[in-house]
């Protein structure tokens, strides 16, 4: 259960005159959480996109599974986005569409299900993110906590291999934040899955990773075990590390 499943070599990526990743090199091991932090702008969206193929690298290699993602074609590329499920911020729920609709989205846009197949499928996902019998109710009959959920019941139902979190815990209060740390703990255990997860939240980086990489001005600052990255004398990654812990921070 522990080689890498996404590596990166040496990657980087410019826009225009801006180098935003500037030789990049990690290995995600499988079965793991590694939790990207760093300041805004510094190229974490940036860096999963690179993982999804929806930018290539300028130089450098992408490898996920195996596969050189900047050599993909689109077809192989569609095949590739199917290994992973994608919780966005916010949830990113249609609100015209029932819950029970929206967790079956990619099913519908990916596989060509029976019906009950289909329902099976949601149910169980709704299960797992501790929703079930919730499939009828619409995203603004819901608490907050409940629409992350229901998103990541969506980036679960396709049954990926690796789940990429954009700030699951953001705009949350701590007690519902804490809520979803243990969720994304126990999802992570239960389904074996990899996880790689971006956050500004030091607590929930502190709970659920166990790896940690700091970006910033295009490198890796830091990267390592949890334990090694917290104990860091470096002032850079203290700063994150060292901010308030009694609730979720960001930064601007
Ligand atoms: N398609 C693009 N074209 C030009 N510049 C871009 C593009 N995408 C991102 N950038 C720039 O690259 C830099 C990194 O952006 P990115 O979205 O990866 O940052 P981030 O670390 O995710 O920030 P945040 O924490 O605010 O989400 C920013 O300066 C951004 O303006
Ligand atoms: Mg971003």
Redesign the pocket.
Same mark, same amino acid.
């Given at each position: 259960m522990s080689d890498p499943v996404i590596e990166l070599r040496d990657v980087t990526r410019r826009? *225009?005159a %801006?180098t935003?990743l500037d030789g990049v090199s990690m290995s995600l091991l499988r079965g793991e959480t590694t939790v990207i932090v *760093?300041? /805004? *702008? !510094?190229? @974490? /969206? !940036? #860096?999963i @996109?690179l993982l999804v193929g929806l #930018?290539k690298p300028d130089a450098g290699t992408v490898l996920v599974d195996g596969q050189d993602v900047g050599k993909l074609g689109r077809a192989e590329l569609m095949r590739l986005r199917r290994k992973f499920g994608m919780l966005f911020q916010d949830g990113a729920l249609f609100h015209g569409m029932t819950v029970a609709q929206n967790v079956a989205f990619p099913l519908r846009h990916h596989l060509a299900l029976k019906r009950e197949e289909e329902e099976r499928r949601v149910e169980v996902a709704l299960q797992q993110v501790g929703l079930p019998g919730l499939g009828r109710r619409r995203p603004d009959e819901l608490s907050g906590g409940q629409r992350k959920r229901v998103g990541l019941a969506r980036a679960l139902v396709m049954e990926p291999m690796i789940v990429l979190f954009d700030e699951p815990t953001s705009g949350l209060d701590p007690v519902t934040s804490a809520a979803i740390d243990e969720l994304i703990v126990d999802t992570r255990k239960r389904l074996g899955l990899t996880f790689v997860v971006?956050t500004?939240d030091v607590q929930s980086c502190v709970h659920i990773a166990d790896r940690v990489g700091m %970006?910033w001005e295009g490198r890796l600052r830091a990267w390592g075990p949890l334990a090694e990255v917290t104990a860091s004398t470096d002032p850079v990654v203290r700063q994150f590390f060292d901010r308030r812990s009694d609730g979720p921070i960001k930064?601007v």
């Open positions: 826009f *225009g %801006l935003v *760093g300041p /805004s *702008g !510094t190229g @974490k /969206s !940036t #860096l @996109k #930018l971006i500004h %970006l930064v």
